[in-house]
């Protein structure tokens, strides 16, 4: 069979190896299809050989496929006999049914069988619960304390005694009604408990006495031993509880007395021949002999607690440092405080020369605390529980808190009790006239510190001051915990006068008096005086305090304190001088009485406020700040007045002399404060010469003047004076002088040429500019 698969190449047919691109001719091809026709007659002579000699194989594979096809046939219709049977007969619906059945009967069999088990359960959880009644109520407390502890986990109860115990989602009711009875037999147990120990430990107040008895006696249950109600109670978890209301009543009449040095403490026992032990011990209470006296032995105050802690560790707790520990969480933070308040905070040194004698109080309440923790009163581990030692270790602290607040109290109660008001006789001894001769002699009379001059403060910022050097000198000396702290003291101290004074004079803020200006000044005083401290005290700092001592902060503010004092007593008296000038009508028609004397009435209210200012500022103010506030005033008032005579439009000749009497007269009333300013110039100038100077100082006063004069000059002198300057140095311009002139003069040839010239000069002077 292999010639069946083997290739054939039409070239090995061909009766010459040409090329394979050469075209064949007509007789190659006849021959190559005769060569061909021989080919395919042999591979089916050989196909015919093979089939003839594997006849009986190929007959044994076409049998074989035979029987398999009858076989498939034969399951077919037995499979379609098979379904039409099940079809007509449906017998897997009675299997079915059989087999839940028996599922059921097992499910329900399970189910009896576990609620048999948990009835049983139940029963003994029963049967538990009136084993720890019968306990409880025939003594043997310890056993039904354990017996609740069990049945607690087993129940599955929280919290100490059940009452916040939260029913579980599908949870039995029988459980509910079992940890109901839990909860009844706990407070049982726990009152019973309770009642004993109330019974076994008492306070007679009448014999100041304090009575343990170890086993004590109840109507239904005899000879219960205090040790055994306490380890049941512990068990049970209960003994913070049973200890609460003891450890507040010994805290109450034993340990507060004795810290307080009232009472002390004698022991008693009582023992019991029979039993072998202490039946009863007592605590007596008896007055000391010293409770009246000022002296603080802190040596005998640690003996007597430490001995009744010793009473309570024997005959309470039978030496059991648990329950000791339990004890002592219940009395040591109110015992720790009181002895903090009535005893270490009293013996803390008052003068720094005296904080190394307090080493011998740290050196007793460090051996105090020892003790103690030996007895497991307070622990051993816990620092927390060291409050007097922590306390003593920060005396210098202590020290300085002290101090601090009672030198805070007094900077406070100086400025509240202070005084802004000065006598009469203090005002006039302080004038101008007289001040530099007297000025030693005045107390409250201080030279600014970078400044050559000298003001008036008011004894409150005075005393404050000597407060805050002498704090400094302190700083100076102490050790650096405690200088830092003075430091920040006088440094509050200062702040107490930015937080107090301001709100206390609140109202003399509001008007013109010398709280005001006594303010102002103080704030001046103290702005440089804080600026003096880091010069004259930071070199004597200890090295800690001078890296962080800084004063300069303070300054400004006081500075910008001072200048809001003095920019709200300026606008004051602005606002007050305006009304009064208001008052005036633009000072029209004084010609006629009514209005004439209207404007006198308002010059005379504008001499009155200055008068006053100038009483009330010029003895108390720095003589600069006094010159420089008053020359403002006075350039308002002189600058207003005369610009509202300018506004006029028409002025009778009258009229114009009213005017002129009516400046003068402001000038009459005021020279009372513009002398003091001429005094204050070179007096060895001629008086003309130091009044040019005035007016230079205070330019709308020479416009003033010179207004006044203008009133009843001729025309042609009025024209000559702008033309030859005198009008524009003192202030006046062309449009004024022109609407001056068309005011007072009529109409006419010569008031026109006047008035060219004027305009004509004002036109030349602006080319030339």
Not at 416 to 441: C, G, H, V, W
Not at 590 to 608: G, L, N, P, R, W
């Amino acid at each position: 069979m292999d010639v069946l698969f083997k290739t054939i190449d039409v070239r090995d047919l061909l009766p010459s190896q040409e090329s394979p691109s050469s075209p064949l001719s007509a007789p190659d091809l006849r021959l190559l299809i005769s060569r061909l026709d021989a080919h395919s007659l042999r591979i089916k002579s050989t196909v015919r050989s093979y089939l003839l000699s594997h006849h009986a194989d190929f007959s044994s594979l076409f049998s074989q496929c035979s029987d398999v096809v009858s076989k498939s046939e034969h399951l077919s219709d037995n499979v379609v006999a098979l379904l039409n049977l099940i079809s007509d007969e449906p017998i897997e619906a009675d299997v079915g049914g059989i087999i839940k059945e028996v599922v059921e009967k097992r499910r329900e069999l399970g189910e009896k069988r576990e609620i048999l088990e948990f009835v049983g359960v139940v029963l003994e959880l029963d049967r538990k619960l009136g084993v720890v009644r019968e306990d409880s109520r025939s003594g043997r407390v310890v056993e039904a304390a354990e017996g609740l502890m069990d049945l607690k986990n087993a129940l599955g109860v929280k919290g100490s005694d059940g009452d916040d115990d939260v029913a579980v989602e599908d949870e039995p009711v029988v459980y509910g009604i079992l940890k109901k009875q839990w909860s009844d037999s706990f407070e049982e147990i726990q009152e019973l408990l309770l009642r004993f120990m109330e019974k076994a430990v008492r306070f007679d107040q009448e014999g100041n006495a304090l009575h343990v008895m170890s086993r004590p006696t109840m109507n239904e249950i005899d000879g219960l031993e205090l040790y055994t109600v306490l380890k049941a109670m512990d068990i049970a978890g209960i003994l913070i509880n049973g200890l609460a209301k003891i450890a507040d009543l010994i805290t109450k009449y034993v340990f507060i007395p004795v810290v307080n040095r009232k009472e002390t403490p004698l022991f008693n026992e009582s023992n019991d021949q029979s039993l072998g032990h202490v039946s009863e011990a007592v605590l007596k209470m008896v007055t000391s002999v010293d409770h009246e006296s000022n002296k603080v032995d802190g040596e005998t105050m640690y003996f007597n607690i430490v001995r009744i802690v010793e009473f309570v560790n024997k005959f309470l707790c039978f030496h059991n440092g648990s329950w000791m520990h339990s004890f002592g969480r219940l009395t040591w933070p109110r015992m720790s405080d009181q002895i903090i308040s009535n005893f270490l905070s009293k013996v803390v040194p008052d003068d720094a020369s005296k904080l190394a004698e307090f080493q011998e109080i740290r050196k007793l309440t460090v051996d105090f605390e020892r003790a103690l923790k030996e007895l497991m009163f307070i622990s051993p581990s816990d620092v927390k529980d060291e409050k007097l030692s922590k306390f003593t270790d920060n005396v210098e602290v202590h020290f300085a808190s002290r101090k601090k607040v009672q030198i805070l109290a007094k900077a406070r109660n100086m400025l509240l009790l202070s005084n802004f008001n000065l006598p009469q006789d203090y005002m006039t001894k302080i004038s101008r006239l007289n001040k530099k001769e007297i000025a030693e002699d005045l107390t409250n009379h201080v030279v600014l510190l970078f400044s050559s001059e000298k003001c008036v403060v008011s004894d409150a910022a005075k005393q404050l001051m000597e407060l805050v050097h002498q704090i400094l000198k302190d700083v100076c000396l102490l050790p650096p915990k405690v200088g830092l702290e003075f430091y920040h003291t006088a440094r509050n101290a200062l702040v107490l006068y930015e937080a107090i004074i301001p709100v206390k004079l609140e109202r003399q803020l509001d008007s013109i008096n010398q709280a005001a200006v006594l303010i102002h000044n103080d704030c001046l005083y103290l702005s440089q005086e804080i600026l003096g401290l880091a010069f004259e005290y930071r070199p004597y700092f200890p090295s800690s305090v001078k890296e962080l001592a800084v004063f300069i902060d303070l300054a400004p503010k006081f500075q910008l304190m001072a200048e809001e004092v003095l920019q709200r007593q300026i606008q004051l008296v602005m606002h007050n001088l305006k009304q009064a000038i208001d008052g005036a009508d633009g000072f029209q028609n004084t010609h006629q009485i009514k209005k004439f004397e209207s404007a006198k009435f308002s010059i005379d209210q504008v001499s009155f406020i200055l008068e006053k200012v100038h009483i009330v500022w010029e003895p108390l103010l720095l003589p600069s700040i006094y010159e420089k506030s008053i020359t403002m005033i006075l350039e308002a008032v002189f600058s207003r007045i005369a610009k509202e005579i300018l506004l006029l439009d028409d002025m009778a000749a009258e009229e114009t002399l009213q005017l002129q009497r009516l400046i003068y007269l402001l000038l009459e009333h005021l020279s009372s404060i513009l002398e003091p300013l001429l005094a204050a110039g070179p007096r060895e100038k001629p008086l003309e010469a130091q009044k040019d100077n005035l007016d230079e100082f205070i330019l709308s006063l020479r416009k003033l003047r010179k207004l006044a004069e203008l009133l009843d000059m001729p025309l042609k002198s009025i024209t000559a004076a702008w033309e030859s300057g005198e009008l524009a140095d003192c202030n006046f311009t062309a449009s004024e002088v022109e609407d001056f002139i068309t005011a007072i003069f009529t109409d006419s040839p010569l008031r026109k040429e006047c008035l060219f010239r004027i305009d004509n000069l004002n036109m030349r002077k602006s080319t030339v500019a």
